[in-house]
T-cell receptor, first 112, second 113 residues
């Protein structure tokens, strides 16, 4: 069965650079979520989209922005990267907002 | 605000034993969902089991079952006949309202041969 696809799997950036993470949800899933998991931490919710509209916002820095496109894929844009942004970034999708969220394999972002 | 607490940072059992992971939560809502996710060393997040708060019957998925005590706001996971592949970090999570997952701190479970 198709799963959530995230790209790239690994990304290395330097401080003050920008990064774009991509997420392709499971076909027919209409809701996309982004989470950030720091080393040894539980995942923290960043932002979500339902039918291409932002539906909820968590602890997402102003330096980050995201959107969901007409084909339902989503991109997380991160600017002025800081050392503390080093983390595993998960995208998850669901069909309807009361259904289980299925996670991608994550993008590991390392800031040098 | 919703909170999820896992009071066992680490657990270790022998293969084939049964193990129970604890989770408590707090929410002011009556309708919500509870989940257990597994994160093996590969760092994937894998859904293990789901429980709807309005259902009294405890969810089961093969060797995995839950003990859902709504009044006590408790949601424990029991793994029967544990296998080496069950070694992972296990996260308890809650969804309500805006549908974002709120995770507990995780329990690192090691299954020893």
């Amino acid at each position: 069965a198709a799963g959530v696809i995230q790209s790239p799997r690994h990304l290395i950036k330097e401080k003050r650079e920008t990064a774009t993470l991509k997420c392709y949800p499971i076909p027919r899933h209409d809701t996309v979520y982004w989470y950030q998991q720091g080393p040894g931490q539980d995942p923290q919710f960043l932002i979500s989209f339902y039918e291409k509209m932002q539906s909820d916002k968590g602890s997402i820095p102003d330096r980050f922005s995201a959107q969901q496109f007409s084909d339902y894929h989503s991109e997380l844009n991160m600017s002025s990267l800081e050392l503390g942004d080093s983390a595993l970034y998960f995208c998850a999708s669901s069909f309807g907002r009361d259904q289980p969220q299925h996670f991608g394999d994550g993008t590991r972002l390392s800031i040098l | 605000a919703q909170t999820v607490t896992q009071s066992q940072p680490e657990m270790s059992v022998q293969e084939a034993e049964t193990v129970t992971l604890s989770c408590t939560y707090d929410t002011s809502e009556n309708n919500y969902y509870l989940f257990w996710y597994k994160q093996p060393p590969s760092r994937q997040m894998i859904l293990v089991i789901r429980q709807e708060a309005y259902k009294q019957q405890n969810a089961t998925e093969n060797r995995f079952s839950v003990n859902f005590q709504k009044a006590a706001k408790s949601f424990s996971l029991k793994i029967s006949d544990s296998q080496l592949g069950d070694t992972a970090m296990y996260f308890c999570a809650l969804i309500q309202g805006a549908q974002k997952l709120v995770f507990g701190q995780g329990t690192r479970l090691t299954i020893n041969p």
